[in-house]
């Protein structure tokens, strides 16, 4: 299985504090079945530049990489942000570098308040202008905020994937709703949203086992098969999209 959502770049935010930690953290992840991890380190624009983010980000993962160069046998890393909305990121001019690297997808952290029509529109023109999908993070946080389920209807048909967190289908208190959001198809990717090795570690594993138990293995492999196409490179979906090309 793919985790889309994690924080284990070390002190890169509010997750991982060292190598050490980071390592462990991917260790559990490899444990609990997780083959391919995104690495999603909190951006924000209030605090910093993409460029600065991204040079922060690749020297964080270069630590991994030198740790792990004798014996890994972790998930395979993708780099990724959980980015947050901000007015104009459409048409802002490196945005494009928080994709999920090699690709055309980027996790998008959107605001804990109202959504407005405009901040919608921005999001949607993400795909319709600059041809990035956004993967809505953690799409269980913002039942508050929705406004209208107009607004959810209109970034599906925009194009967007919906991230929920494992912890959301592991809770009894919110189990129910997580596999009626699974069921309804109004959640494409999981991530477990792993900040540490306490009380945010990953829990993937009990996540995949309640789903087996109550939709059947055919969930999870459309999941599985939906995580893997989006990490396709950008470039080998084009080139199949080609005369001729690999199908």
């Known amino acids: 299985m793919i985790d889309f959502h994690s924080h284990f770049l070390p002190d890169m935010d509010d997750g991982s504090r060292n190598v050490e930690q980071s390592l462990r953290m991917l260790r559990l992840s490899a444990a609990q079945g997780v083959d391919s991890i995104v690495a999603t380190p ?11 983010f991204v040079d922060r980000r690749r020297k964080a993962y270069e630590l ?13 890393i993708y780099l990724g942000a959980e980015a ?7 048409w802002y001019k490196n945005v494009s570098d928080l994709c999920i690297d090699g690709t055309s997808y980027m996790l998008l952290e959107l ?3 109202p959504w407005s029509k405009h901040m919608i529109n921005e999001v ?3 795909r319709a202008s600059r041809g990035i999908t956004p993967i809505i993070a953690h799409i269980e946080r913002y039942a508050k905020y929705i406004s209208s389920k107009e607004n959810v209807s209109q970034l599906l048909d925009a194009g967007a994937l919906m991230q929920m967190n494992t912890s959301f289908l ?6 129910m709703k997580s596999l009626k959001y699974l069921k ?4 494409h990717l999981l991530g477990s949203d792993c900040h540490n090795l306490t009380d945010r570690k990953s829990d993937f594993d009990a996540a995949i086992k309640i789903i087996r138990h109550r939709l059947g293995e055919a969930k999870i492999n459309e999941i599985d098969v939906l995580g893997r196409t ?10 199949a999209s080609k005369p001729g090309g690999r199908r």
């Open 42 to 52: 909190h951006f924000s624009i209030r605090k910093e530049n993409i460029q600065d």
């Open 64 to 76: 991994i990489e030198t740790a792990c160069i004798h014996g890994y046998e972790g998930p395979k």
């Open 84 to 90: 947050a909305y901000f007015p104009g990121m459409s």
């Open 111 to 113: 605001p804990f308040e």
């Open 124 to 126: 949607c023109c993400l």
């Open 170 to 175: 592991v809770s009894p208190l919110t189990r």
């Open 184 to 187: 309804t198809e109004k959640v």
């Open 230 to 239: 989006v990490l396709i490179p950008t470039q080998a979906v084009e080139q």
